[in-house]
């Protein structure tokens, strides 16, 4: 298959995305009944931000030609572990691999295992060729190389059975924010996005901000309310009520607008429904110290403007591998 057949079938794609036909917004009800995080504005999202930054046609084009594509790659069979924490995770790992021209054979988390499959298909309907190029196997085995996303447990496997072969193994991570105390309230409501959206399930969720000493937290909090309705969300609310308690026995203090939790902590993970946040004496001295900590995906305020942490471009790699050129050296 040429490059500019795949192209055009990307394309397509992006138009049926676009079209929301029946048979799509089913899909989409299907899989938010078989995992509770997956929300049908979660899903909404994470297709917008597909159809927005993946498959437009300008930036697919721009970042096509950065990597000088062409017809003459040498297919591999590329084996693809996705996880499944948010909505089509796994879905630029699919795009890299169908773009440079490699076969690929993808093990879908049980947590989202009908969105991704739905769109192959309808790929398979538009063009039968695609047959040869994406699989789906409940596990992987003979592959060329492999892509492996996964909690730092998996990652142990993952790196002791795809050891022999080109790889990339990608562990726990999580997402900061610094605060300079003069953020308006319209800022603080796009932070409020990029510590909620996903339930705070993705690994670009702030899950720890950096706040000067004596900081106002009242606004922020306010800030929240927009999600207030977290708290009628029963697996949410699970989590909200069980780290609280953990608060109250353990007489810390807290605060709370009655659906997320902020307590002070040197971690920089913090579980869901809880936000964890530290004070700085000096700006530079506090980001120098988050700087090329390896479990930080981005950090908001700085590397990305508030709002934008969940909306990644399609050079903006997990763990900052870039991994269409490593598919371009195999």
């Known amino acids: 298959m040429k490059l500019q057949n795949r192209i055009e079938l990307l394309l397509k794609l992006r138009n049926y995305l676009l079209e929301n036909p029946e048979e799509w917004q089913n899909i989409k009800h299907t899989a938010s009944i078989y995992n509770g995080w997956f929300t049908p504005a979660f899903i909404d999202l994470a297709v917008a931000n597909i159809i927005d930054q993946f498959l437009d046609k300008n930036k697919l084009t721009e970042w096509i030609n950065h990597y000088f594509l062409d017809d003459a790659v040498v297919s591999k069979n590329v084996g693809v572990v996705m996880a499944g924490n948010i909505p089509l995770v796994g879905f630029h790992d699919f795009l890299c691999v169908f773009v440079s021209g490699h076969v690929q054979t993808i093990k879908l988390s049980s947590k989202d295992d009908v969105l991704l499959k739905h769109l192959v298909t309808k790929m398979i309907d538009w063009d039968a060729g695609i047959q040869n190029y994406i699989f789906f196997a409940p596990m992987l085995k003979g592959c060329d190389a492999y892509i492996a996303t996964g909690s730092n447990n998996s990652a142990r496997y993952f790196d002791y059975y795809f050891s022999k072969y080109p790889s990339i193994i990608r ?141 990644p471009g399609l050079t903006d790699y997990a763990d900052g591998l870039d991994t269409m050129q490593f598919l371009l050296t195999l």
Not at 267 to 291: G, H, M, R, W
């Open 171 to 311: 562990k726990n991570r999580t997402s900061v924010a610094f605060l300079k105390g003069d953020e308006s309230a319209e800022m603080l409501e796009k932070l409020s996005d990029d510590i909620h959206t996903f339930f705070g399930l993705g690994c670009r969720n702030v899950t720890k901000i950096f706040v000067p000493r004596e900081y106002d937290f009242v606004p922020l909090l306010n800030a929240f309310y927009r999600y207030k309705y977290f708290a009628d969300h029963h697996k949410y609310r699970n989590n909200y009520d069980y780290n609280l308690s953990i608060q109250i026995m353990n007489n810390r203090y807290y605060m709370t607008n009655e659906s997320t939790l902020l307590v002070e902590s040197d971690a920089i993970f913090s579980p869901i429904s809880q936000l964890n946040y530290s004070f700085y004496d000096n700006f530079e001295t506090a980001l120098a110290s988050v700087k090329g900590n390896e479990t930080l995906q981005c950090i908001a305020g700085y590397d990305f403007p508030f709002g934008k942490v969940q909306s």
